[in-house]
């Protein structure tokens, strides 16, 4: 991974830390979610703003990475709001190695968010108007399947979308919804809907830590003050 632009370790460090704070700051605005039981790591998902009204809260578990990206496009980095103006942040990095799992709240209905994910996912093979319009119809389409998931112990249906591509070099897995306000948006790869059963986070302690050492590992193996 390469970080490039104006901030030395320092600089890039705080950055992180004044995000981790905004992060907390916010955390009990939307009521977040993840697996039950991972024994893995864990750090934050996609976190997006408007108006500093939290419109998203993603927690993301395992390691999904992605060649290239920047900070804008790449919601484990936006995140902790690397895409303040005058940074970038490029990285090369293998497929990714076991299963993870992104659980996004939305504030509102789910489905924006989804279509905004497949057409991310997809986004390499436009190159004109019409192509565009072809990828936005075809992420609006429908769920094909309905799957249970427990949630806090009560099972859910979930609205799913079983094999999708899920961005460069993340390969494909698959996305699911729960279509309410709040609603849920799952991004998943190498489990399956009966492998997964969701539990309420309350401490985003845990994925700030994992956020901040991944970043930072990041920079020190290939950054430069």
Known sequence: MRYGGRLNRIEFTALIDQQAGRVRANAATLPLYGPATWPGPCRLGAWGWEDDRLMHAGLLYGTPETAPITATAAPALAGVGLDTPGTTVTATAPAPDGPW?????????????LIDLRMAATAAARTDRR???????????????????????????????????????????????????????LRVSGLTPADLALARVRDVEPHLTGTRAHLLAGYDAYGSD
């Open 101 to 113: 799992v992104e659980v996004i709240t939305t504030a509102g209905p789910p489905m924006p968010q």
């Open 131 to 185: 192509s565009v319009e072809r990828a936005l119809r075809a992420a609006s389409t429908p769920a094909p399947e309905r799957v249970t998931i427990p949630v806090d112990g009560v099972p859910r249906e979930f609205s799913r979308w079983p094999d999708e591509p899920l961005g460069d070099s993340l390969g494909r897995g698959w996305l699911a919804i729960l279509d309410e306000v709040p609603g849920l948006l």
